[in-house]
């Protein structure tokens, strides 16, 4: 399985799968469509959201660790 981390791009972490675009969703996070997506860290994504980037990664992980098939 694949663990989300800081270093990776908005992009691959949806690669990673999809439906953690929800989760970044519900974190306020609506910056896929926006082009910077594919080049933007988690980091600096959170960082421009005021979002813990620890607090995000943890979530999207857990949804992966509650959702692997």
Known sequence: ???ITKEMTIREVIT????LADVLME???HCLGCPMHTLETLQ???DG???DSD???GALNKYLDENAE
């Open 16 to 19: 990673t799968n999809e439906n």
């Open 49 to 51: 959201h005021g979002l």
């Open 27 to 29: 974190y306020g996070m």
């Open 44 to 46: 600096q994504a959170c």
């Open 1 to 3: 399985m694949s663990n």
């Open 55 to 57: 607090e995000v990664v």
